[in-house]
């Protein structure tokens, strides 16, 4: 038996949150922790994954290996949409936590604000939008230890056939790892816009590449 037939892929369900979230907080620095950038765990991992969980679980697929949650994808059918929500729900409740923990008085993160904002302004107002042709979107992270197994061509595999099921006309995600890149490109996806960002500079020491990928269903 091969490895991917010992895993378990299914939709998401609420008794999955924690372990989504810990996966969301693991990996949210192209694969490594977001404790190297950020302090304050909740705070983070609700920014990266609170829409996705709470406003569209049925858009949320995990895969489980011995009744252990090792991998996720989270998407919107519509990011327009997941934006408008995040922005007018999400957003002030989370600022209100933040200030709540002290998460603005911690210099790794004014650092983390203060580059993100720089890098915004001078990097991210070139980023073109692709949702008129590409309108759903997705996350998707594997747990270190478990990647190369098939398990992230499986879950990308079951979110298109959602997203085709529900006639969703295309879908893109944005992403600033290399071997991440070669991934997409060989699940079909095409390179629709490469960029860069310098926010994580002090931390990995040089600009990271952001790609945009698309793929029309
Ligand atoms: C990128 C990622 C989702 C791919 O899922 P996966 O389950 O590891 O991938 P699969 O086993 O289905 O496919 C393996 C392919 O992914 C690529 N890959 C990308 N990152 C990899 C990693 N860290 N480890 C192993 N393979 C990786 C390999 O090139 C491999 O190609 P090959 O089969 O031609 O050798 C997963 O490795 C991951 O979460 N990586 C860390 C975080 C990240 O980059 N997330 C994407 C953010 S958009």
Known sequence: MDQVSKINFRKYQPCDKAALRQIVYDTALIGESAGKFFEG??????????????????????????????????????????????????????????????????????????????????NGAKTPNFTREYPATFHINVQSGFRGLGIGHKLIDIFLGYLKQEHIPGVHLATMSDPAAGFFLAQGFTQLYKGKRSYFRHILHRDVPLYIFGKRL
């Open 41 to 122: 765990q909740e705070i983070i991992t609700d920014a990266f994954s609170l829409y996705f969980t709470d406003y569209e679980p049925d858009a949320a697929f995990v895969a489980q290996v011995n009744g252990q949650v090792v991998a996720y994808l989270i998407g919107a059918k519509d990011k327009n949409r997941a934006e408008k929500i995040f922005n007018r729900r999400i957003v002030f409740p989370l600022l209100l936590k933040a200030l709540r923990k002290g998460a603005f008085l911690k210099s790794k993160n004014l650092g983390f604000f203060i580059r993100g904002l720089k890098d915004l302004l001078i």
